[in-house]
């Protein structure tokens, strides 16, 4: 196959949210990163999208700003036969090199007239659906009706962030356990509701350990309980089913994954977006694997064409063997407009691949601002 030289371009973008998104202890109320398109002279194309999450990311956004010019400066020096012949990119901030990987991988399986993800391996196109689960907050005023909502839409799969008061978070589950069990009575099509709970790290065992009573008394099926406690993973009966996320980080930077995964974690929830390579995402799916334990690919509120660039990497992981665990998709809700056009994907319950489809001329041109070539 000829080699090709790649003409790259790449903007930076702001948008507000609809409402404030929380990270941690904090919330956020607008999103900015970088979009990147890698196209050669035939037509063939592919994007990504640099957006280090403040409070989480590895990389610093004025870092990215510094670095991203000079590196698609030297990407443009090498002709490239085929995705994995680009040159190393080992000196580039994490968050630089995925961006360019998943559009390296747009740009290769286009010019050979693949599907992204049949490129890394994951057969054909992908046929079957996307679920994806819903993101609510304990704490929240209208938390019941949210959640009885989304059931009618057919969701059943929510991610819980709970860490306020325990009293009023624990009294919502209580008053709101006979009403979800009142109508799986009626609609048992789809099964019963499976809940993640998340308390980034806000909650002591012993608090913990009234979580889970809470919730079996409230006879609520729960997946894990993500990253609890401040010393996790130390302390935590190995008869609480755990998940890992922030902790995930540490031994992606050393390669040390066995150090960091404990015994009982039941899954690890990756944030693509946040990964340093491709690479490094492969290694973690085969250590999960090997392990038995759950993949999780979870937003870590990316945009709309930034969830459309990583999950065929996602998807090429679950094409190659295993179980599709609910994706974390659901951020997508708090951004008022997307990169991909005026409103974001509509999101459902299952979704499917072609509802993040890459559209050049959908690219919302009026809030993408140069940064190479330089204006």
């Not at 729960?222 to 996320?245: C, G, K, Q, R, Y």
């Not at 509120?301 to 999950?311: M, P």
């Not at 809700?333 to 299952?350: C, K, N, Q, S, V």
Request: net charge negative.
């Amino acid at each position: 196959m000829s080699a090709l030289a790649l003409r790259a371009s790449a903007w930076s973008w702001r948008l507000p949210l609809a409402a404030p998104f929380p990270v941690g202890r904090k919330s956020i109320d607008e999103r900015s990163g970088f979009l990147i398109r890698l196209e050669d002279s035939e037509g063939h194309h592919g994007y990504g999208e640099v957006a280090p999450l403040p409070g989480f990311s590895a990389e610093d956004p004025a870092d990215v700003a510094r670095e991203l010019p000079h590196i698609l400066a030297r990407l443009e020096r090498f002709p490239l036969a085929d995705f994995d012949s680009f040159p190393r990119l080992d000196l580039a901030p994490g968050a630089i090199r995925l961006a360019l990987e998943c559009a390296l991988v747009q740009w290769a399986a286009a010019k050979r007239g693949l599907a992204p993800q049949a490129l890394l391996g994951g057969g054909g196109a992908w046929a079957g659906g996307i679920p994806v689960a819903v993101l609510l907050q304990a704490g929240q005023r209208e938390f019941g009706e949210r959640l009885m909502g989304r059931m009618g839409e057919g969701y059943r799969n929510f991610k819980i962030k709970i860490g306020g008061d325990s009293e009023t978070e624990q009294r919502a589950i209580r008053e709101l356990a006979p009403r979800i069990h009142e109508y799986m009575a009626e609609a048992t099509d789809l099964g019963p509701p499976r809940f993640r709970i998340d308390a980034n790290r806000s909650i002591n065992p012993e608090e913990l350990a009234g979580w889970k009573n809470v919730l079996q008394q409230a006879g609520l099926l729960v997946d894990f309980f993500e990253e609890p406690t401040p010393t996790f993973p130390e302390e935590i009966p190995l008869e609480i089913p755990l998940a890992m996320d922030e902790t995930l980080l540490d031994a992606v930077r050393t390669d040390s994954w066995g150090k960091y995964v404990p015994a009982g974690v039941r899954a690890l929830v990756v944030k693509p977006s946040c990964f340093p390579s491709i690479e490094k995402l492969d290694a973690l799916c085969r250590f999960a694997r090997d392990r038995h334990i759950d993949l999780v690919a979870s937003s870590a509120l990316d945009t709309d064409l930034g969830v459309a660039a990583w999950l065929p990497v996602v998807l090429a992981w679950f094409h190659r063997g295993g179980r599709l665990p609910a994706l974390g998709l659901d951020p997508l809700r708090w951004f008022r407009e997307g990169l991909l056009g005026e409103e974001t994907p509509r999101i459902a319950p299952l979704m499917e691949i072609r509802d993040f489809a890459i559209h050049p001329a959908a690219l919302r041109q009026n809030v993408l601002k140069p940064v190479y070539p330089a204006a």
